[in-house]
């Protein structure tokens, strides 16, 4: 095997808890032939030291204000790499030691897949196994582009890939918070699937964090599934056009909404639930289970709304 130069690419943003785990990884890998380019997104604790620690053996660069986009760094650290492969690590993941060398050698020996990825195991704060993210559930080497438009099976942290990919699929990542945190990767990896075959070496490489300060938290309208990310998608048809009908991004797109739907009220959030059934609806005005969701959900604002206020009325009474 020849040893090409690989940049690891790390974006990170107030990650003192875990970046010396996350960079230790990195120089333990058995590749010996790689970079690291790190870019901060104006971190206000202590990370920018961390890094500094290991001197000349990363290249930082810091950015004077927060992005508050992970694409930003991404796509700045992809800019500034100067090796024939990339392989991204978000700054609270991990590697394993042979995760550099397993995944050049499959590059080398597929001269015509120009993305892999690995398994992952999940991880608690703690730095804990908790699993392995999608374990069985990941297609094999080859065309995945309908089961990745469903969902994103693709760890960032386990993704490799050749740099001349972004001239042949139009960019990096896209920077537009309004689509979603995650969106950005499911986006450029659906642009990739769409033309060439996806790489999967079956091994747990990587380390991928859940962790309740997780970025990717916080918004309503993209929990469970990012329902603005699936509508956009929708609506673009230079990703799926060509290869799916209209009636596949679509029914991704219900199906995320009905998730949502029965989610929030299960929760007992009504109007939150109405409010997927009813962006759905927009696009199937004629699906029956949409109407039917819709109705449920109405009826749980209607009882809650009832039940507070039958409360404000005898305050006493759950005494």
Known sequence: MSTPLVSVCIGTYNREKYMRETLDGVFAQTYPNYEV????????????????SYGDRIRLIQRTENSGVCSVTRNQATRAARGEYIAYLDSDDGWYPT?????VAFLESHPDIP?????CHVINEQSEVVGVRHEGAIPATGNCFRQLLGHCFISISSVMV???IFDQVGGCFMEDRHYGIWGEEHEFLLRVARRF?????PEVLARYRKSSDNISRGNWKETPESVPFHEMILSRKDIWEGVVDYSVPLAVFVGACIENCR???AMNHGRRASYFALRALRHAPLNALLWKELARSL???VLKRSDRQGAESHPGSHL
């Open 37 to 52: 380019v790190v870019v901060d997104d104006a971190s206000t604790d202590r990370t920018v030291d961390i890094i500094r």
């Open 99 to 103: 995760k550099l060398e397993r995944q």
């Open 115 to 119: 993305v892999c990825h690995t398994y």
């Open 162 to 164: 050749r740099r001349g």
């Open 197 to 201: 075959d996806i790489g999967f070496v």
């Open 263 to 265: 989610f929030w009220r």
């Open 299 to 301: 009826g749980r604002t």
